[in-house]
């Protein structure tokens, strides 16, 4: 049976991943970090099936205990203080967990079993003020956010440990992607949560930020499997995993009301609370190298994924 760490299980991907190789016949480990009370409302449904242990990306030793018990063939790296806005106010802890937990990871794989392949999941958010349209493998970085710049520390620090000590290290460039278990606070589950709540007359107004910033936004469901296929070739390497579209953040507005027959412009206010001291204007992928060499396609359009996300909001706050 092959065995697979996954760091971040109580994090959206953490769940759909965990969901994917339960399916592909994996032990599953996941890690999560100690806090007062549980967390595991997205792996509910799975705790009968995966082993939750407590383990942190700021503590070394936690990360090289869990690899020497757990002997896995695959380490998942998805556990990241991956909120934008949080990496101003926080920025020493994000480039703590967020950039120098991979090498914490790394530097325990190295001393435990070089064999094991590794994932770090990176981001497009390394792609910033963008320096080419659309955005591919080749593209330089311009992060814009100290969570795109500690981003940009963990592909290099994945690119370098697989060319200094020959580690299957993989890096997916990965595009927004959403679901209805996206955490609230994130524009697309904003928006759809606060679609649900005006329609059930709980709310009024939606207060939002930048409405023309654009992003390659796709379903988290399909992005896992593009992991997955990454740790499975002959040879590590880097790849951009996105849609190819990209839509406004007024677009998604207009989509999510009009679902639930509304008109966005009657419920939305923007708040400047909400803009960024640095904002990333523009994302879409160029996703050709990974169609080619990984055969990985999205299954789900913007425009259902819109629908998904409000449906499943819907259903959630009508059964409160
Ligand atoms: P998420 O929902 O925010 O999940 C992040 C996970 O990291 C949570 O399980 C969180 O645990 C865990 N975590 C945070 N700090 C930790 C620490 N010090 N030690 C151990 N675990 C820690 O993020 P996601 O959307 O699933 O994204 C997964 C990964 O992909 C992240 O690295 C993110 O930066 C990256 N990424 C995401 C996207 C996207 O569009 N979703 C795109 C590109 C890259 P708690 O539950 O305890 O907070
Ligand atoms: O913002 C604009 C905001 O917070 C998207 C993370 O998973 O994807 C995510 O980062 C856009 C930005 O995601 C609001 O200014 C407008 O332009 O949903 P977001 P993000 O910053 O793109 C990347 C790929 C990651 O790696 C990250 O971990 O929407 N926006 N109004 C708003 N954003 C928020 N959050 N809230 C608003 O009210």
Redo the contacts with the bound molecule.
């Keep these: 049976m092959t065995t697979a760490i996954i760091?971040?299980?109580?994090?959206?991907?953490?769940s759909y991943l965990a969901e994917l190789l339960l399916q592909k016949g994996y032990r599953v480990i996941g890690?999560?970090?100690r806090?007062s009370t549980v967390?595991y409302e997205r792996i509910d449904h799975l705790l009968d099936d995966i082993t939750v242990v407590q383990?942190?990306?700021?503590d070394q030793g936690s990360l090289l205990s869990l690899l020497e018990e757990y002997k896995p063939d695959e380490v998942y790296n998805?556990?990241?203080?991956?909120f934008v806005p949080t990496s101003w106010n926080q920025p020493a802890l994000t480039g703590d967990?967020?950039a120098l937990?991979v090498t914490r990871i790394l530097e325990a794989i190295r001393f435990v079993n070089p064999k094991i392949r590794f994932y770090q999941?990176?981001?497009?958010e390394m792609f910033g003020k963008v320096l080419e349209v659309p955005q591919s493998e080749d593209t330089p970085f311009y992060p814009r956010s100290p969570y795109g710049v500690a981003k940009v520390y963990g592909h290099w620090i994945t690119v370098n440990y697989r060319e200094s000590f020959d580690i299957f290290a993989a890096s997916g460039i990965?595009?927004?992607?959403e679901s209805p278990r996206r955490?609230l606070e994130f524009v697309t589950r904003k928006i759809s949560n606060g679609v649900a709540k005006i329609k059930q007359g709980m709310a009024k107004e939606l207060r939002l930020g930048n409405l023309e910033s654009q992003r390659d936004w796709g379903f988290?469901g399909d992005y896992v499997e593009a992991m997955w296929l990454m740790l499975q070739q002959d040879k590590p390497d880097n790849y951009v995993i996105g849609t190819g579209e990209t839509h406004s953040v007024r677009e998604f507005c207009e989509i999510a009301f009009s679902h639930v027959g509304l008109d966005y412009k009657e419920y939305v206010v923007v708040d400047e609370r909400f803009y960024r001291p640095a904002e990333v204007d523009l994302l879409i992928s160029d996703p050709s190298k990974s169609r080619q060499h990984l055969k990985w396609e999205p299954a789900v359009s913007f425009n259902e994924l819109v629908r998904m996300m409000v449906d499943a909001d819907m259903n959630r706050l009508k059964n409160k």
């Design positions: 760091t971040g299980i109580t994090g959206q991907d953490g890690v999560a970090r806090s967390n383990g942190d990306l700021q998805l556990a990241a203080q991956s967990v967020t937990g999941a990176s981001s497009s990965l595009f927004n992607h955490g988290a």
